[in-house]
């Protein structure tokens, strides 16, 4: 079975909008995810909706767009933050919007441990914007939200499954030593390799390159076992390594690790 492959601009943060689709077609994806956090506005200040129809009309999708930083430090901001992503993502007609939990201390504003009543209001919004939100637990040992379990509880709490799902990212999964994987919950996945990281410290962004033979994260392990339990969505190349972010051609090896992964799968 052919697998939807996904391209998250991150792994290729200096190509414009309309770049970065060319190339993700080119590396044989079914779709994309935008960001806001390049350091310039989202599709470059372009038109939401005309982004969405040059993405039809190149027979891609728009899985979805991130993100939402730190979601789990909630004020009126981040209530107003996330009302205009939706309002992106439902003009371009992504799929879903992310949450991403804070990683790290904050020297205020603490981080909500009972995300119950949070994840209730953002359900009843994602439910006017009929966009589906997806939260991405860190593996870091410094985040404030390292586990699944925590946001999959909270969810099925709320009863708000249909809204409101999980990002299995590999790399985060690996750090954080998590067994469960939550297929019935996830609507997408995140891969990156780590191959060749420094010793004796704990792995960076910056160590996730593209996935390969060399690969140290059980990438295709993980990937099986979300197949295996009933995920069909996008499975989508996110890499932080500076040396993927900087390639001027990254076409080549792009498509190269998404056969990689697919032809592992199929044996």
Not at 68 to 85: H, M, Q
Not at 105 to 134: F, G, W, Y
Not at 201 to 211: K, M, P, Q, T
Request: aromatic share 8%; net charge negative; with cysteine.
């Amino acid at each position: 079975m052919q697998r939807r492959f996904s391209l998250n601009q991150v792994t290729v943060p200096t190509k414009g909008w309309r770049e970065f689709l060319a190339i993700s077609k080119a590396a044989g994806c079914a779709g994309v995810e935008f960001r806001n956090d390049l350091g310039r506005p989202i599709f470059e200040g372009a038109d939401p909706k005309m982004v969405g129809q040059v993405v039809r009309e190149s027979g891609l999708e728009i899985f979805g767009v991130s993100q939402i930083y730190p979601f789990n430090v909630w004020n009126s901001a981040r209530l107003d933050e996330l009302t205009a992503l939706l309002d992106i993502a439902k003009d371009c007609g992504a799929g879903t919007v992310n949450l991403i939990p804070l990683n790290g201390h904050p020297s205020n504003n603490e981080p909500l441990t009972d995300l119950k009543p949070l994840l209730s209001d953002v359900s009843q919004i994602a439910k006017e914007a009929r966009v589906r939100i997806l939260v991405e637990p860190l593996g870091f040992q410094r985040a404030s939200i390292r586990f699944k379990k925590t946001v999959a509880a909270a969810i099925t709490n709320i009863g708000a499954s249909d809204v409101i799902g999980l990002v299995h990212d590999t790399f985060h999964h690996h750090l954080s030593g998590e067994t469960r994987y939550y297929a019935e919950l996830t609507g997408m996945v995140h891969v990156s390799g780590v191959s060749n990281p420094e010793q004796g410290r704990e792995y960076s962004d910056e160590d996730r390159g593209l996935v390969n033979v060399h690969d140290l994260l059980g990438n295709l392990v993980q990937i099986r076992a979300l197949i295996d339990a009933g995920y069909q969505g996008p499975i989508s190349m996110e890499s932080f390594s500076p040396q993927v972010q900087a390639l001027d051609e990254p076409t080549t090896f792009l498509r190269e690790s998404f056969e990689f992964i697919q032809e592992s799968l199929s044996h």
